[in-house]
Protein backbone atom coordinates (compact mmCIF):
# COMPACT_ATOMS: atom_id res chain seq x y z
CA UNK A 1 0.00 0.00 0.00
CA UNK A 2 1.45 3.34 -0.60
CA UNK A 3 -0.07 6.49 0.20
CA UNK A 4 0.39 10.24 -0.29
CA UNK A 5 0.04 13.07 2.61
CA UNK A 6 -0.03 16.45 2.56
CA UNK A 7 0.25 18.51 5.49
CA UNK A 8 -0.70 22.50 5.25
CA UNK A 9 -2.47 23.11 9.00
CA UNK A 10 0.21 25.57 10.27
CA UNK A 11 3.27 26.86 8.73
CA UNK A 12 4.94 23.77 7.30
CA UNK A 13 3.64 23.27 3.34
CA UNK A 14 4.65 19.38 3.52
CA UNK A 15 4.26 16.40 0.87
CA UNK A 16 5.30 12.76 1.60
CA UNK A 17 4.54 9.47 0.04
CA UNK A 18 4.67 6.14 2.18
CA UNK A 19 4.15 2.74 2.01
CA UNK A 20 3.61 -0.55 3.63
CA UNK A 21 2.80 -4.16 2.90
CA UNK A 22 -0.84 -4.94 3.04
CA UNK A 23 -2.40 -7.21 5.56
CA UNK A 24 -0.09 -7.49 8.74
CA UNK A 25 1.29 -4.86 11.38
CA UNK A 26 5.02 -3.74 9.56
CA UNK A 27 6.24 -0.44 9.99
CA UNK A 28 6.35 1.58 7.26
CA UNK A 29 8.77 3.15 4.72
CA UNK A 30 9.00 6.39 3.54
CA UNK A 31 9.79 7.07 -0.45
CA UNK A 32 9.62 10.76 -0.18
CA UNK A 33 9.14 13.59 2.35
CA UNK A 34 9.26 17.24 1.36
CA UNK A 35 8.87 20.00 3.68
CA UNK A 36 8.91 23.73 2.78
CA UNK A 37 9.04 26.01 6.35
CA UNK A 38 7.50 29.39 5.88
CA UNK A 39 10.19 30.27 8.10
CA UNK A 40 11.08 33.64 5.74
CA UNK A 41 7.51 34.47 5.77
CA UNK A 42 6.85 35.04 8.90
CA UNK A 43 9.75 35.68 11.03
CA UNK A 44 9.73 39.81 10.84
CA UNK A 45 6.35 39.13 12.58
CA UNK A 46 7.37 37.26 15.32
CA UNK A 47 5.02 34.12 14.48
CA UNK A 48 2.64 32.75 12.33
CA UNK A 49 0.43 34.61 10.17
CA UNK A 50 -2.66 32.59 9.39
CA UNK A 51 -3.33 34.33 5.81
CA UNK A 52 0.54 34.51 4.71
CA UNK A 53 1.01 31.14 5.53
CA UNK A 54 -2.83 29.95 3.49
CA UNK A 55 -1.16 31.88 0.53
CA UNK A 56 2.26 30.40 0.70
CA UNK A 57 1.07 26.87 0.88
CA UNK A 58 -1.25 27.68 -2.23
CA UNK A 59 1.61 28.89 -4.18
CA UNK A 60 4.06 26.00 -3.05
CA UNK A 61 2.06 22.63 -2.83
CA UNK A 62 1.36 21.77 -6.63
CA UNK A 63 5.44 22.02 -6.76
CA UNK A 64 5.81 19.86 -3.69
CA UNK A 65 3.64 17.32 -4.39
CA UNK A 66 5.78 17.27 -8.27
CA UNK A 67 8.76 16.69 -6.49
CA UNK A 68 7.77 14.37 -4.25
CA UNK A 69 6.34 12.06 -7.08
CA UNK A 70 10.00 12.47 -8.31
CA UNK A 71 11.90 11.68 -5.44
CA UNK A 72 9.36 8.57 -4.71
CA UNK A 73 10.04 7.44 -8.44
CA UNK A 74 6.23 7.06 -8.64
CA UNK A 75 3.07 8.18 -10.31
CA UNK A 76 -0.31 8.83 -8.93
CA UNK A 77 -1.73 6.27 -10.77
CA UNK A 78 0.33 3.62 -8.63
CA UNK A 79 -0.74 5.47 -5.33
CA UNK A 80 -3.62 4.22 -3.51
CA UNK A 81 -5.06 6.95 -1.89
CA UNK A 82 -4.33 10.45 -1.26
CA UNK A 83 -4.62 11.94 2.52
CA UNK A 84 -4.28 15.53 4.11
CA UNK A 85 -5.04 17.25 7.47
CA UNK A 86 -8.84 17.56 7.46
CA UNK A 87 -8.43 19.87 10.52
CA UNK A 88 -7.76 21.18 13.41
CA UNK A 89 -5.43 24.22 12.47
CA UNK A 90 -5.23 27.34 10.55
CA UNK A 91 -8.29 26.82 8.40
CA UNK A 92 -7.47 28.50 5.30
CA UNK A 93 -3.95 26.51 5.11
CA UNK A 94 -6.17 23.64 5.61
CA UNK A 95 -8.45 24.18 2.69
CA UNK A 96 -5.35 23.96 0.23
CA UNK A 97 -3.87 21.23 1.41
CA UNK A 98 -7.71 19.24 1.32
CA UNK A 99 -8.69 21.09 -1.84
CA UNK A 100 -5.68 19.62 -3.46
CA UNK A 101 -6.22 16.16 -1.95
CA UNK A 102 -9.49 16.04 -3.56
CA UNK A 103 -8.95 17.34 -6.68
CA UNK A 104 -5.87 14.64 -7.44
CA UNK A 105 -7.96 11.91 -5.65
CA UNK A 106 -11.01 12.88 -7.94
CA UNK A 107 -8.98 13.34 -11.05
CA UNK A 108 -7.19 9.50 -10.57
CA UNK A 109 -10.64 8.05 -9.18
CA UNK A 110 -8.21 7.54 -5.73
CA UNK A 111 -9.17 6.94 -2.06
CA UNK A 112 -9.50 10.39 -0.43
CA UNK A 113 -8.86 10.73 3.75
CA UNK A 114 -8.95 13.15 5.57
CA UNK A 115 -7.13 13.23 8.43
CA UNK A 116 -6.96 14.41 12.02
CA UNK A 117 -3.42 16.22 12.62
CA UNK A 118 -3.83 15.13 16.22
CA UNK A 119 -4.08 11.71 15.13
CA UNK A 120 -0.97 11.93 12.55
CA UNK A 121 1.21 13.01 15.38
CA UNK A 122 -0.16 9.82 17.77
CA UNK A 123 0.36 7.40 15.31
CA UNK A 124 3.72 8.49 13.54
CA UNK A 125 5.71 6.63 16.15
CA UNK A 126 4.25 3.40 14.20
CA UNK A 127 5.58 4.70 11.00
CA UNK A 128 9.48 3.66 12.00
CA UNK A 129 8.29 1.46 15.32
CA UNK A 130 6.51 -1.19 15.47
CA UNK A 131 4.48 -0.14 18.74
CA UNK A 132 0.98 -2.49 19.53
CA UNK A 133 -2.01 -0.95 20.36
CA UNK A 134 -3.15 0.31 23.05
CA UNK A 135 -0.44 2.57 24.43
CA UNK A 136 -0.01 5.55 26.55
CA UNK A 137 0.45 9.07 24.70
CA UNK A 138 1.86 12.53 25.54
CA UNK A 139 1.29 14.50 22.99
CA UNK A 140 2.92 17.86 23.01
CA UNK A 141 2.77 20.53 19.97
CA UNK A 142 2.43 24.03 19.54
CA UNK A 143 -1.35 24.12 19.68
CA UNK A 144 -1.67 20.62 22.16
CA UNK A 145 -0.54 19.35 25.54
CA UNK A 146 -2.76 16.21 26.04
CA UNK A 147 -2.85 12.48 27.68
CA UNK A 148 -4.16 10.27 25.52
CA UNK A 149 -5.01 6.02 25.20
CA UNK A 150 -4.44 5.27 21.99
CA UNK A 151 -6.24 2.02 21.18
CA UNK A 152 -6.23 2.10 17.52
CA UNK A 153 -6.97 4.63 14.59
CA UNK A 154 -9.70 6.62 15.26
CA UNK A 155 -10.55 5.07 18.77
CA UNK A 156 -8.53 7.53 21.89
CA UNK A 157 -9.37 8.12 25.17
CA UNK A 158 -8.37 11.59 26.54
CA UNK A 159 -6.94 11.12 30.56
CA UNK A 160 -6.02 15.19 30.34
CA UNK A 161 -5.39 18.07 28.75
CA UNK A 162 -3.96 21.91 29.13
CA UNK A 163 -6.62 23.73 31.16
CA UNK A 164 -4.73 26.83 29.38
CA UNK A 165 -1.74 27.23 26.62
CA UNK A 166 0.13 24.52 25.11
CA UNK A 167 3.68 23.65 26.05
CA UNK A 168 5.15 24.61 22.70
CA UNK A 169 3.78 27.86 22.94
CA UNK A 170 4.97 28.24 26.21
CA UNK A 171 8.42 27.46 24.72
CA UNK A 172 7.71 29.78 21.69
CA UNK A 173 6.83 32.53 24.18
CA UNK A 174 10.09 31.89 25.97
CA UNK A 175 12.29 32.72 22.97
CA UNK A 176 10.46 35.57 21.96
CA UNK A 177 10.51 37.64 25.61
CA UNK A 178 14.47 36.34 25.78
CA UNK A 179 14.90 37.38 21.73
CA UNK A 180 16.31 33.96 20.52
CA UNK A 181 14.42 33.98 17.45
CA UNK A 182 11.65 31.91 15.83
CA UNK A 183 10.63 28.85 15.95
CA UNK A 184 11.37 29.34 19.45
CA UNK A 185 11.58 25.47 20.85
CA UNK A 186 14.75 24.90 19.17
CA UNK A 187 16.55 27.91 20.13
CA UNK A 188 15.25 27.20 23.69
CA UNK A 189 16.88 24.10 23.71
CA UNK A 190 20.16 25.31 21.98
CA UNK A 191 20.54 27.75 24.45
CA UNK A 192 19.66 26.38 27.53
CA UNK A 193 23.28 23.95 26.93
CA UNK A 194 25.26 26.30 28.70
CA UNK A 195 22.93 26.99 31.42
CA UNK A 196 22.24 26.08 35.41
CA UNK A 197 18.93 24.75 35.81
CA UNK A 198 18.97 25.43 39.16
CA UNK A 199 19.56 29.19 39.37
CA UNK A 200 15.67 30.06 39.08
CA UNK A 201 12.94 28.57 40.67
CA UNK A 202 9.81 28.24 38.58
CA UNK A 203 6.18 27.95 39.48
CA UNK A 204 5.06 24.32 38.46
CA UNK A 205 1.53 24.71 37.69
CA UNK A 206 -0.29 21.36 38.53
CA UNK A 207 2.67 19.35 39.55
CA UNK A 208 1.52 16.88 42.25
CA UNK A 209 -1.71 17.60 41.92
CA UNK A 210 -4.45 14.39 41.14
CA UNK A 211 -4.82 13.75 37.89
CA UNK A 212 -3.43 14.23 34.05
CA UNK A 213 -4.26 17.99 33.21
CA UNK A 214 -1.53 20.88 32.58
CA UNK A 215 -1.37 24.29 32.96
CA UNK A 216 1.32 26.49 31.56
CA UNK A 217 0.11 30.08 31.87
CA UNK A 218 1.64 30.96 35.58
CA UNK A 219 4.59 29.15 34.32
CA UNK A 220 5.13 31.63 30.59
CA UNK A 221 3.95 34.44 33.49
CA UNK A 222 6.99 33.72 35.67
CA UNK A 223 9.49 33.30 32.47
CA UNK A 224 8.00 36.83 31.60
CA UNK A 225 8.87 38.77 35.44
CA UNK A 226 12.35 36.87 35.26
CA UNK A 227 13.05 37.62 31.89
CA UNK A 228 12.08 41.83 32.73
CA UNK A 229 14.64 41.71 35.35
CA UNK A 230 17.48 40.18 33.84
CA UNK A 231 20.55 41.96 33.51
CA UNK A 232 21.35 43.58 29.71
CA UNK A 233 23.48 41.54 27.63
CA UNK A 234 23.89 38.88 30.20
CA UNK A 235 24.27 35.74 27.85
CA UNK A 236 25.08 33.65 30.61
CA UNK A 237 21.55 34.66 32.21
CA UNK A 238 19.74 33.76 29.59
CA UNK A 239 21.18 30.27 28.97
CA UNK A 240 20.36 30.00 32.63
CA UNK A 241 16.77 30.77 32.30
CA UNK A 242 16.60 28.90 29.57
CA UNK A 243 17.49 25.60 31.50
CA UNK A 244 15.53 26.43 34.57
CA UNK A 245 12.30 26.88 32.89
CA UNK A 246 13.06 23.75 30.33
CA UNK A 247 13.78 21.64 33.44
CA UNK A 248 10.53 22.60 35.24
CA UNK A 249 8.60 21.48 32.28
CA UNK A 250 10.41 18.65 32.21
CA UNK A 251 8.83 17.87 36.11
CA UNK A 252 5.67 18.92 34.94
CA UNK A 253 5.62 16.71 32.01
CA UNK A 254 7.18 13.76 34.20
CA UNK A 255 4.86 14.07 36.68
CA UNK A 256 1.73 14.27 34.91
CA UNK A 257 2.60 11.15 32.87
CA UNK A 258 3.71 9.30 36.47
CA UNK A 259 -0.06 9.97 37.17
CA UNK A 260 -1.37 9.05 33.71
CA UNK A 261 0.89 5.27 34.25
CA UNK A 262 -0.63 5.02 37.71
CA UNK A 263 -3.90 5.60 36.27
CA UNK A 264 -3.60 3.32 33.25
CA UNK A 265 -0.55 1.05 32.98
CA UNK A 266 0.53 0.83 29.93
CA UNK A 267 4.08 -1.35 28.87
CA UNK A 268 4.67 1.92 26.41
CA UNK A 269 5.00 5.76 27.15
CA UNK A 270 4.96 7.42 23.61
CA UNK A 271 5.73 11.39 23.09
CA UNK A 272 5.10 12.87 19.23
CA UNK A 273 4.56 16.17 18.55
CA UNK A 274 6.51 19.31 18.08
CA UNK A 275 7.74 19.36 21.40
CA UNK A 276 9.24 15.47 21.69
CA UNK A 277 11.94 16.81 19.39
CA UNK A 278 13.80 18.28 22.74
CA UNK A 279 16.34 15.58 23.76
CA UNK A 280 16.52 17.03 27.76
CA UNK A 281 12.23 16.55 27.56
CA UNK A 282 13.13 12.87 25.80
CA UNK A 283 15.82 12.14 28.58
CA UNK A 284 13.62 13.01 31.53
CA UNK A 285 10.48 11.12 30.06
CA UNK A 286 12.45 7.80 29.47
CA UNK A 287 13.90 8.05 33.14
CA UNK A 288 10.08 8.49 34.48
CA UNK A 289 8.89 5.44 31.84
CA UNK A 290 11.57 3.40 33.33
CA UNK A 291 11.12 4.18 37.17
CA UNK A 292 7.41 3.04 36.27
CA UNK A 293 8.56 -0.39 34.24
CA UNK A 294 7.72 1.04 30.85
CA UNK A 295 9.43 2.37 27.49
CA UNK A 296 9.62 5.52 26.42
CA UNK A 297 9.41 5.64 22.25
CA UNK A 298 9.13 8.54 20.21
CA UNK A 299 9.62 9.24 17.06
CA UNK A 300 12.89 10.00 14.96
CA UNK A 301 13.26 14.27 15.62
CA UNK A 302 12.67 14.93 12.03
CA UNK A 303 9.28 13.20 12.02
CA UNK A 304 8.13 15.39 15.71
CA UNK A 305 7.60 18.57 13.70
CA UNK A 306 4.43 18.56 11.37
CA UNK A 307 5.63 16.94 8.06
CA UNK A 308 3.49 15.05 5.32
CA UNK A 309 4.48 11.25 6.59
CA UNK A 310 2.73 11.46 9.57
CA UNK A 311 -0.17 12.35 7.84
CA UNK A 312 -0.14 9.74 4.69
CA UNK A 313 0.64 7.20 7.28
CA UNK A 314 -2.15 8.01 9.38
CA UNK A 315 -4.16 7.88 5.97
CA UNK A 316 -2.51 4.48 5.19
CA UNK A 317 -3.33 3.08 8.65
CA UNK A 318 -7.23 4.15 8.19
CA UNK A 319 -7.05 2.72 4.69
CA UNK A 320 -5.75 -0.45 5.72
CA UNK A 321 -9.41 -1.24 7.70
CA UNK A 322 -11.61 0.32 5.04
CA UNK A 323 -11.68 3.72 6.11
CA UNK A 324 -11.78 6.33 3.60
CA UNK A 325 -13.84 10.17 3.52
CA UNK A 326 -16.04 11.22 0.78
CA UNK A 327 -15.34 14.33 -1.22
CA UNK A 328 -17.87 16.46 0.47
CA UNK A 329 -15.47 16.21 3.68
CA UNK A 330 -15.87 20.27 4.75
CA UNK A 331 -12.42 20.83 6.43
CA UNK A 332 -12.41 21.53 10.19
CA UNK A 333 -10.43 24.38 12.13
CA UNK A 334 -11.72 22.57 15.63
CA UNK A 335 -11.45 18.36 15.72
CA UNK A 336 -10.49 16.32 19.31
CA UNK A 337 -9.85 13.44 18.94
O1 LIG B 1 3.86 19.62 16.00
P1 LIG B 1 4.36 20.96 15.59
O2 LIG B 1 5.37 21.04 14.50
O3 LIG B 1 3.17 21.88 15.17
C1 LIG B 1 1.93 21.85 15.81
O4 LIG B 1 1.14 20.93 15.52
O5 LIG B 1 1.74 22.72 16.68
O6 LIG B 1 4.92 21.66 16.90
C2 LIG B 1 5.49 22.91 16.86
C3 LIG B 1 5.92 23.29 18.26
C4 LIG B 1 6.41 24.73 18.36
O7 LIG B 1 5.81 25.35 19.47
C5 LIG B 1 7.91 24.56 18.54
O8 LIG B 1 8.52 25.61 19.25
C6 LIG B 1 7.97 23.25 19.30
O9 LIG B 1 6.99 22.45 18.70
N1 LIG B 1 9.29 22.63 19.19
C7 LIG B 1 10.12 22.42 20.24
C8 LIG B 1 11.32 21.88 19.69
N2 LIG B 1 11.18 21.78 18.33
C9 LIG B 1 9.92 22.24 18.05
N3 LIG B 1 9.96 22.65 21.54
C10 LIG B 1 10.99 22.33 22.36
N4 LIG B 1 12.17 21.83 21.93
C11 LIG B 1 12.38 21.59 20.61
N5 LIG B 1 13.55 21.09 20.18
ZN1 LIG C 1 1.59 19.37 14.63
Request: some cysteine.
Amino acid sequence: MRVMGIETSCDETAVAIVEAPAGTEPVGRILANVVYSQLTEHRRFGGVVPEIAARAHLERLDGLVRQALAEAGTDLADLDGIAATGGPGLIGGVMVGVMTAKALAFVHDKPFLAVNHLEGHALSVRLTETVAFPYLLLLVSGGHCQLLTVHGPGAFTRLGTTIDDAVGECFDKTAKLLDLGFPGGPAVERTAKGGDPKRFALPRPMWRKPGCDFSFSGLKTAVRQAAEKLPVDDAQAVADLCASFQRTVGDVLADRCANALALEPSPTLVVAGGVAANAYLRGRLEELATAHGATLVAPPIKLCTDNGAMIAWAGLERLRLGKQDTLDFRPRPRWPL
